[in-house]
């Protein structure tokens, strides 16, 4: 769902491109569930299957990590769960702030999966003077007056934008200025950010977009008569219904 802003071959400590970065919050998800099943070991099969991803492309990931498993008994499920949870910095607590406390900033900060998951809301911020003092989620509601003695206080460097557009880079910028070097965003519009400064953006419209795009697609090949597994299939091998002509050109 969420799309960068910058885009690396390779994160700066070990080597592992981003690819792989994006993949493993995936597999560390897999394997707290396993986890809290107590299940000791897991096999890549079973893993890149709970993950969503092939096996080899787990295997090859866990290779950046200098995680091989063992033949015939698979990997170790809380070593994987430290390892990932290392490598993504989340054996220490992240302070975040998020700005912008309308109906998905505070769904945000009522999200329960923060704290699990190395992450602490430090505090929320509104432009509007009405909400200043407001408890949402249990965090007093502070003015947009205040957000750099706010961050610098808490050490924040991980902001949340969840402000209406044109409000968005404005709130960046102040973001960015107060020693904010990742920023989640929710707004919809592009941020323009420095160099150093990462920048996910999360765009529900334009993945209901998508799905739309690939409902008519299958809308289209039921009224000419051709059953999408078919097409799939012909897709996949290149070839059309007489045999050798591409039933899709590529995009």
């Known amino acids: 769902m969420a799309t960068g802003r910058t885009h690396r071959p390779a994160t700066r400590s070990r080597g592992i491109p981003e690819a792989t970065v ?10 707290t569930a ?10 890549s099969e079973e893993l890149a299957a709970a993950a969503g991803v092939n096996s080899a492309k787990l295997r090859k990931d866990f290779s950046y990590l200098g995680s091989y498993g063992t033949r015939g008994v698979g990997y170790d499920v809380e070593y994987l769960v430290y390892q990932i949870s290392r490598e993504l910095g989340l054996t220490q607590d992240w302070p975040v702030v998020i700005v912008g406390i309308g109906n998905l900033g505070a769904a945000l900060a009522n999200y329960g999966g923060f704290a699990s998951r190395g992450f602490r809301v430090a505090a929320l911020i509104d432009a509007d003077p009405a ?5 949402v989620a249990g965090i007093p509601v502070q003015h947009t007056d205040d957000l750099e003695s706010i961050i610098a206080e808490n050490g924040v460097s991980i902001g949340v934008i969840a402000t209406p557009a044109g409000a968005a880079q404005q709130v960046c910028d102040r973001l960015v200025a107060a020693g904010v070097t990742s920023i989640l965003n929710f707004a919809p519009t592009v941020l323009s950010v420095p160099d150093g400064v990462d920048v996910r953006k999360v765009d529900l419209s334009i993945e209901l977009q998508i799905l739309a795009f690939h409902e008519q697609r299958k809308a289209g090949e039921e009224a000419a008569g051709e059953p999408g597994a078919v097409l799939q299939a012909r897709k996949e091998s290149g070839k059309g219904p007489d045999g050798d002509v591409p039933a899709v050109m590529p995009a």
């Open 131 to 135: 909400m200043s003092g407001k408890p």
């Open 34 to 43: 396993l986890s809290e099943r107590s299940v000791p070991t897991v096999s």
């Open 22 to 31: 994006a993949r493993l919050p995936l597999y560390l998800r897999a394997l």
